[in-house]
């Protein structure tokens, strides 16, 4: 039988990012070959590095390993063809992200792992050891370890240097360095969220965090540079506070970037990053939604066209009112939209090829990905007509991963 999915990359392969088995940067989507005998239902783009989970909790790293970022020990410095983590294999992983050079995974039994750079705490508690002027001294956690071990964690979220868990029971605890280095001391002990309760959906930035709580009210801390809290001005908070602007929406779908944030109102139904996420939005009737943007503007990560300028409060993206979006996802400096009938449209920083249309211009005009890969082998001759669609997408530090799917013509239901 045909496979009917791949998994698509484009943008900047000079660490190995993209999984091809070479280090170039592509332009145009093209194929992780290596993944077309697993069924991976959810991949994640970190900085550096992308990871992919499959149906049957297996978990595939591969790009930078400096920094034991793939969950093994490093033998070279880079690794563009996609390995399984094997500490991971007995586990069924469901969910999974990366941070700045760290990455944090949970399995269907609510355990939480971390591995990666851990000089901030960022991969949770470890034995304490110092250096000879007496400051501690943390190690890179090259292989994955159990981490928030006390917690049932339900979903887990990755920022530059810091992490962040939800539990079961709707509660959200972080540690690491929640600022940008030297604002804040770092814990690698989690401490729970004050004042958060019934959360749904957490996301991170670089050095923010959001959470969608039960009732649809969306909340924000940390740092605020660019105004990507979304609460009209510049300054952080170290509690979470409302984000203004959006208290007459109910919202199903957060996103956040290194310095910019997404939500999607509760017009459409969303397909989320994994079916864990898929299960903690609603379903709702399938009519189109609307994306607000806001924080840093530059290059035109927000899609608001020509204004690159930074929004300090969510502002509706009518580039893209009329298309009927399920995910957004948010990279560095760019961003990705897509359509329920598995279509992309990328807008942001452009060099590198990151926005898969075959230019590297920088525009905040969101222009449609187009996945010209090669169909599925063994085809029908009425499977045979027909095209891919994107099922998810995953923005990263300068590159993109996509789930895609081959739907004939005669196909009623996409998504």
Request: hydrophobic share 35%.
């Amino acid at each position: 039988m045909a496979s009917k999915t791949a998994v698509i990359a484009w943008g900047s392969g000079e660490d190995g990012q993209l999984g091809i088995g070479d280090n170039e940067e592509k332009e145009w989507v093209c194929t992780i070959n290596s993944l077309q005998s697993q069924k991976v239902r959810s991949v994640v783009a970190g900085s550096r590095n992308s990871l992919a989970i499959c149906e049957d909790g297996k978990l595939f790293t591969w790009g930078w390993n400096q920094r034991g970022t793939l969950g093994h020990p490093p033998k070279t410095k880079t690794e563009n063809i996609p390995s399984q983590v094997k500490a991971l294999a007995d586990v069924k992983i469901i969910q999974a992200a990366i941070g700045g050079w760290h990455c944090l995974a949970v399995d269907d039994q609510g355990r939480a792992y971390s591995w990666g750079g851990n000089e901030y705490g960022q991969c949770g508690e470890e034995p304490e050891r110092k250096d000879d002027t007496g400051r501690p001294l943390r190690r890179d956690i090259a292989i994955p370890q159990q981490c928030a071990s006390k917690l049932s964690v339900r979903q887990v979220a990755a920022g530059g240097t810091h992490s962040v868990v939800l539990t079961h029971e709707g509660h959200v605890w972080t540690w690491g360095q929640p600022w940008p280095p030297g604002d804040i001391k770092q814990i690698s002990t989690p401490l729970q969220v004050l004042d958060l309760e019934r959360v749904r959906l957490i996301a991170a930035g670089a050095f923010h965090n959001l959470a969608l709580l039960e009732d649809g009210i969306l909340c924000a801390w940390g740092n605020n540079e660019y105004g990507q809290l979304g609460t009209g001005d510049t300054q952080p908070r170290s509690h979470p506070v409302p984000v203004q602007g959006l208290s007459d929406l109910t919202l199903v779908d957060i996103a956040a970037g290194g310095w910019h944030s997404t939500a999607l109102t509760d017009e459409g139904e969303v397909i989320g990053n994994c079916e864990l996420l898929r299960e903690m939005r609603p379903r709702l009737p399938a009519s189109p939604a609307t994306v607000y943007g806001w924080g840093r503007g530059e290059h035109g990560r927000l899609g608001f066209g020509d204004d690159k300028s930074s929004k300090m409060v969510p502002q509706r993206v009518q580039l893209l009112v009329g298309e009927d979006i399920v995910q957004v996802s948010c990279g560095g400096t760019h961003s990705v939209a897509l359509t329920r009938d598995g279509r992309m449209f990328s807008f942001g920083r452009g060099d590198h090829g990151r926005l898969g249309y075959g230019k590297k211009a920088t525009t905040g005009l969101p222009s449609e990905v187009p996945i010209n890969i090669p169909s599925p082998r063994n085809l029908s001759d009425s499977e045979a007509e027909g095209r891919w669609c994107a099922k998810l997408v995953a923005c990263g530090g300068r590159h993109t991963l996509a789930v895609v799917e081959w739907h004939n013509n005669e196909s009623e239901q996409l998504l």
